[in-house]
């Protein structure tokens, strides 16, 4: 990855689930989550929204961001080059979304967010630490402090 020193990165996500043919309901396998370390962190994976005996079952409609400072803790060239490469990289991180049961429905009552640390090594795989703390959470609602992601940024 090349090195272009600090930045804001926000990136946001959405998306709506509706049944289809004779059902009325949206299969389990085709709803959304939140929680884990790509939507939300500092919640455990599918640890945010509706659930029925402790059991997430998701939601129909979803939306989500989160808007990171990052900068680089290390660079280095690579020969035959005057470009520098981030090797090592620290983020603060604002992650926040919205899950709701029904489609086209988001109920602002229902927010969630997180706020944290990460860190990333950026060699052939990145690896990519992350600690959240949510500071909008529900009751019913698992979190998690520590995240941990092999692959994408």
Do not use: C, H, K, M
């Not at 703390?133 to 009751?139: A, H, Y």
């Amino acid at each position: 990855t090349e090195g272009s020193g600090p930045g804001l990165r926000i990136t946001g996500r959405t998306g709506v689930a509706v049944p289809y043919g004779d059902s009325d309901d949206v299969p389990y396998t085709e709803r959304f989550f939140l929680g884990g370390a790509s939507l939300l962190r500092g919640f455990e994976l599918r640890g945010v929204g509706p659930d029925e005996n402790g059991y997430s079952v998701g939601g129909e409609t979803y939306a989500a961001g989160s808007i990171e400072y990052v900068r680089p803790l290390l660079t280095q060239g690579r020969p035959g080059s005057p470009d520098l490469y981030d090797i090592l990289r620290a983020g603060l991180f604002l992650d926040f979304g919205l899950l709701d049961p029904d489609p086209f429905q988001l109920d602002l009552d229902e927010l969630r967010a997180s706020v944290g640390v990460s860190f990333s090594v950026l060699l052939q795989i990145p690896i990519t630490v992350s600690f959240g703390f949510p500071i909008l959470e529900e009751d019913s609602d698992r979190t998690r402090v520590f995240a941990f992601t092999l692959g994408g940024l």
